[in-house]
């Protein structure tokens, strides 16, 4: 499956992704592929690390109650996503804007720029040191 990624922002409790699938309708296996490989490492290096505390800590929080019947025993991300389908240039940097001020909505940092899990310092400083970017041409 292919996209371009347009934009990204990585918050403590969620992520934003702004993507052009190719095709349109991957949408969904593109994002259920992702939950599964990154749920799998960051579950994995959880595991491999008991000697921090913060690690069994997350390991407990993550774990599934035993009344789920299912192969996973800890689970990372919400089953859902909330896929919103962007078809005008302005509808896209829009989304963009919202997506690199939510960590200044929280609280978390005083602009965009200081937040640096996020597509910001792509389109404002060229820096794509941190994950590499798509331009739309």
Same mark, same amino acid.
């Given at each position: 499956?292919?996209?371009?990624?347009?934009?990204? #922002? /990585?918050?403590?409790?969620?992520?934003?992704?702004? +993507?052009?699938?190719?095709?349109?309708? *991957? *949408?969904? @296996?593109?994002?259920?592929? /992702?939950?599964?490989?990154?749920?799998?490492?960051?579950?994995? *290096?959880?595991?491999? $690390?008991?000697?921090?505390?913060?690690?069994?800590?997350? @390991?407990?929080?993550?774990?599934?109650?035993?009344? #789920?019947?299912?192969? !996973?025993?800890?689970? +990372?991300?919400?089953?859902?996503?909330?896929?919103? %389908?962007?078809?005008?240039?302005?509808?896209?940097?829009?989304?963009? $804007?919202?997506?690199? %001020? $939510?960590? #200044?909505?929280?609280?978390? #940092? !005083?602009?965009?720029?200081?937040?640096?899990? !996020?597509?910001?310092?792509?389109?404002? /400083?060229?820096?794509? !040191?941190?994950?590499?970017?798509?331009?739309?041409?």
């Amino acid at each position: 499956m292919k996209f371009l990624l347009l934009g990204w #922002v /990585l918050m403590p409790d969620h992520f934003h992704l702004l +993507l052009k699938p190719q095709p349109a309708e *991957t *949408t969904p @296996l593109i994002l259920k592929g /992702l939950k599964e490989k990154t749920a799998t490492q960051i579950i994995k *290096t959880l595991h491999e $690390n008991p000697e921090h505390p913060w690690c069994r800590k997350m @390991l407990a929080r993550l774990r599934l109650p035993p009344t #789920v019947h299912d192969e !996973s025993h800890h689970r +990372l991300w919400q089953r859902r996503f909330y896929p919103y %389908n962007v078809y005008s240039e302005k509808k896209r940097l829009e989304k963009l $804007n919202y997506m690199h %001020n $939510n960590p #200044v909505k929280r609280g978390l #940092v !005083s602009s965009p720029g200081d937040w640096l899990l !996020s597509s910001w310092r792509f389109y404002f /400083l060229q820096d794509a !040191s941190i994950l590499r970017m798509d331009r739309l041409e």
